[in-house]
């Protein structure tokens, strides 16, 4: 079986604190993709990573970085010095199983960033 | 570029009644992607199609069927529906399949009364 479990369903932190969203994902498949979405209030999902199976390079653009760990089937999504436009919901996805595509969402985490 | 983009923006139907959405893909992508989100969930899988072809069914009702067109916009069509079936339609374009990155519409946003 698939799965991705979002465990943090909302995360409430002040502008310019550091923020972790977990991921933990779960697959037999040895070649799987590993993908985060950010949903703002708008309902438009929008792209910010994706990670192969056979990379476990962590990944940093600007304020976001990514922490994949396959020893623990973990991909975690960190938020430095956040701020007031990071405020929305966060969705982990996997995509395994050959060339056939679709993604498996966790439930998401609401993050609201406080001024 | 424009990218995705899917009609109508907000739709209120009645039980028992037929639905078409619509979604045109990023241009230069062939892979179509049909996904529903219910309110407090993550999306979930219907269908994706790649050269017009259907390459993956998710576990939906066969009330739920879609095609794509050979300039690779979709419809997603729903027969006889159910107040469960209230929730934003998301569609999503991708190179090819979705080992690439996809990227998503807006969505539709379906009421069922």
């Known amino acids: 079986a698939q799965k991705v479990t979002q465990a943090q369903t909302e995360i409430s932190v002040v502008e310019k604190e550091d923020v972790t969203l977990d991921c933990v994902y779960e697959t037999r498949d040895t070649t799987y993709y590993l993908f985060w979405y950010k949903q703002p209030p708008s309902g438009e999902l929008v792209f910010l990573i994706r990670r192969n199976s056979f990379d476990e390079q962590n990944e940093i653009s600007g304020r976001y970085s990514w922490n994949f760990q396959k020893s623990t089937s973990s991909f975690n999504f960190t938020i430095t010095a956040s701020q007031v436009v990071d405020s929305a919901v966060y969705f982990c996805a996997l995509k395994a199983g050959g060339s056939q595509g679709n993604l498996i969402f966790g439930k998401g985490t609401k993050l609201s960033v406080k001024p | 570029d424009a990218g995705v983009t899917q009609s109508p923006t907000h739709l209120i139907k009645t039980r028992g009644q037929h639905v078409t959405l619509r979604c045109s893909p990023i241009?230069?992508?062939?892979?179509v992607s049909w996904y529903q989100q219910v309110l407090g969930q993550g999306p979930q899988f219907i269908f994706q199609?790649?050269?017009?072809?259907?390459?993956g069914r998710g576990n939906f009702p066969d009330r739920f069927s879609a095609r794509q067109f050979p300039n690779y916009s979709s419809e997603l069509n729903v027969n006889a529906l159910l107040l469960g079936d209230s929730a934003l339609y998301l569609c999503?374009?991708?190179?090819?399949?979705?080992?690439?990155?996809?990227?998503f519409g807006p969505g539709t946003r379906l009421t069922v009364t």
């Open positions: 199609y790649y050269e017009k072809e259907e390459r």
């Open positions: 241009s230069g992508h062939k892979s």
């Open positions: 999503a374009s991708s190179v090819r399949g979705a080992r690439n990155e996809q990227y």
